[in-house]
């Protein structure tokens, strides 16, 4: 199962004597042998450096951001090979690595400003990024054949 994020307590004086407030520790993995062979979305060995984070809590409505081959989840996903969830993020990955870094953002920043644009609306400029339709597509894709 994914990996729940556990609040860490204070464990004493801090800053200037205060004590520390609660905080959180993300924990992240590596996609296992099992995913490494279900997702077979990106190319095995960039999908051996994939970093899963688990962290509390995202802006608004999202649950997962892909930043290069960080995948940041702030929801418990299943670590069988199964989440449609991390297989879209996984889409993520292999255009982070096939544009480069720069190239993605600004592409996909300028999606979303074109989007923001022209509908006026956050979640329809969101949902018409090319690379959110292109992981969408082929996640819903690999969903349909694999499971």
């Not at 905080?23 to 051996?48: M, V």
């Amino acid at each position: 199962m994914g990996h729940k994020v556990e609040p860490r307590q204070g464990s004493g004086p801090g800053v200037n004597g205060r004590r520390e407030s609660r905080a959180w520790r993300p924990s992240w993995r590596r996609l296992n042998a099992r995913e490494i062979d279900a997702y077979d979305l990106i190319p095995g060995d960039l999908a051996r450096r994939v970093h899963v984070v688990s962290i509390p809590f995202l802006p608004g409505s999202y649950v997962a951001i892909t930043l290069g081959r960080f995948v940041c989840i702030a929801r418990d996903i299943p670590d069988d090979g199964t989440s449609e969830l991390l297989a879209h993020e996984l889409v993520h990955v292999g255009q982070w690595q096939e544009v480069g870094k720069a190239r993605f953002v600004l592409d996909y920043v300028g999606h979303f400003a074109r989007g923001l644009r022209e509908y006026r609306s956050w979640n329809k400029a969101y949902r018409g990024i090319a690379a959110e339709v292109e992981a969408r597509t082929k996640a819903t894709s690999w969903c349909q054949r694999c499971l």
